[in-house]
């Protein structure tokens, strides 16, 4: 008795001519990538942050990309390849460190990198389409009085869609929160995964849920609506200690000032200050400190006068004129860049994702830098959940040293045994216990938006 296909080889069936001739009709030859180093280069996100992920994902690609102009090509893109049952992968800019835009089966990969139109933008919103850059909404908004809320590290490529989907949080976040928080997504549009796709917009708080941080699995983005917030004479500070607790003392007395205005405060213990080149060499690093980078409107005197009195020093200053146009920028080695700067140093070094006990955190990270030394450099994010600076709490980014699959696992699990828990970066599955996915509400909406169980496949355990 002959038996059924499993649903790797129905999701892995070849494309046929006659197929890429269709999608050729409805977006030009010149924006597909059908062959080639691009075909290979623009299906890959930034999943090589993991060397676990390094080894599982390096020779995945997409079959053909497609790269449609307008949200009508997009449609009628997914409307013949769901007629053909292969898998639809959406990508933004590929700046993702899980894999999460990676085409587990291939199939078709859809850019909405030139959706990139700004559809409305007053100080209060920005209405935008699924590829518009992150950096050009800011620039943009700074003409009118106003900025986004918050943003990734990847600001000046990171995608609207792309943030949402993939990313959580950023600079800013001790204030406003995360993507996740009410107020700071307005309203997405999204279009369904069937042969008859539909354009939905969501507006209420609930709703949008359901595509928030979906990592690409329920629906497809065509538009965003972030919240914005009046923009800031924001001024950049770095700041020395001789003690990675002093560091946390002023970092904490900064993050929850609620008199100081901050966008940012991230406490990095040595030796990773050793691997930010431009600010070494532009002074700002003093040799075995540990350092502060804060983003606040605060006068130098002021801060200058904070820094003492947790025995510290500002090594350097700058104010921010144009965002990403100054010559340094803190943000770029800040949040998860912190760990790219670790990587270029050394590319043993990888990273674990935190989130801490705010009352029990410091004893926390004394027991595993007794445990694992040298293997681990902490790097502290205060980050919030929508309340101001009274709320704010930190976070890790910490950077550790790989030794093994099993090693970084152990890691894993013995922060969790001390009360650190556990984000893992380490798998591109995304309903495995260490990745704290929250997940059941997006699988109903998958369901429904998604009913051929098409889109993105090979990220759920128990879906795929």
Known sequence: MTQPPNRQTQLNKPLSAEFLNRLTNIVGEENMIISGSRLKRNSQDAYWYSPVLKKQLADKSADVIVEPQTQQQLIDVISVTVDERFPIVPRGAGTGNYGQSIPIYGGVLISTKKLNQIVELTPDCAKVEAGVILLDIETEARKIGAELRFFPST?????????????????GSMNWGNVWTPGNILEVKIVTIEADPQTIILTDPTDMQTVIHNCGLTAMITEVTYALAPHQPWQQYVLAFDSFESALDAGE???????????LVSIFDWPLPLFFKQLVKAGACPDGKPLVFLLTTAKVEEIQKLAAAEGGEVTWHNRIANVHKSNLELTDFAW????????????????????????????????RKAKY????????????AGGGPCTAYPAGLTIVRYRSDEQLQEMIDYGESIGIMQYSPHTTVLDEPNTRWEYKHLLEAKKVWDPHNLLNPGHLQNND
């Open 155 to 171: 600001l000046p490529t990171s995608t609207a869609a792309g943030f949402l989907a993939g990313g959580s949080a950023g600079p």
């Open 373 to 384: 030394g040298d293997d681990v450099i902490d790097h502290v994010e205060f980050t919030g």
């Open 253 to 263: 007395r900064f993050a929850k000032d609620g008199q100081l205005p901050t966008r």
């Open 336 to 367: 998860n860049h912190t760990t790219l700067w670790a990587m270029k140093a050394d590319p043993a070094w990888t990273y674990l994702q935190d989130t801490f006990d705010p009352e029990n955190y410091r004893a926390h990270l004394r027991l």
